[in-house]
């Protein structure tokens, strides 16, 4: 099982920026793809972005293209997500996922894929 702790979140207003982080610890992490969901009051939990365990792919949400990036650092075992030219509706809690999969070729959007998540961190944008 891996610990997942995010963190990050803030309060920022619409147009800023902010950095999360996804610090894992107590298993394997090179071979694991990674991803964010958010969930905002009162909707489903939503995929964001995710990251294959060798960085070279990556996989957005329409709703954040161009405007978040997803990369890692397997040395510190650590996934970030730089989110810019943030909107009031991103505003929501951040979950870190772990893919159940080791190794595998493919990101998914699915929640079922993912077996091991954070707490999540706070990220609301003022209008």
């Known amino acids: 099982q891996v610990q997942v702790v995010e963190s990050g979140g803030g309060l920022v207003q619409a147009g800023g920026s902010l950095r999360l982080s996804c610090a894992t610890s107590g298993g394997a992490f090179r071979g694991l793809n990674m991803a964010w969901f958010r969930q905002a009051p009162g909707k489903e939990r939503e995929f964001v972005t995710a990251i294959g365990w060798s960085g070279r792919n990556t996989d957005y949400a329409d709703s954040v293209k161009g405007r978040f990036t997803i990369s890692r650092d397997n040395a510190v075992k650590t996934v970030y997500v730089q989110m810019n030219s943030l909107k009031s509706e991103d505003t929501a809690v951040y979950y870190c996922?772990?893919?159940?999969?080791?190794?595998?070729?493919?990101?998914?959007?699915?929640?079922?894929?993912?077996?091991?998540w954070g707490q999540g961190t706070q990220v609301t944008v003022s209008s």
């Open positions: 996922a772990v893919d159940r999969r080791t190794w595998a070729p493919t990101l998914v959007t699915s929640e079922n894929v993912y077996g091991d």
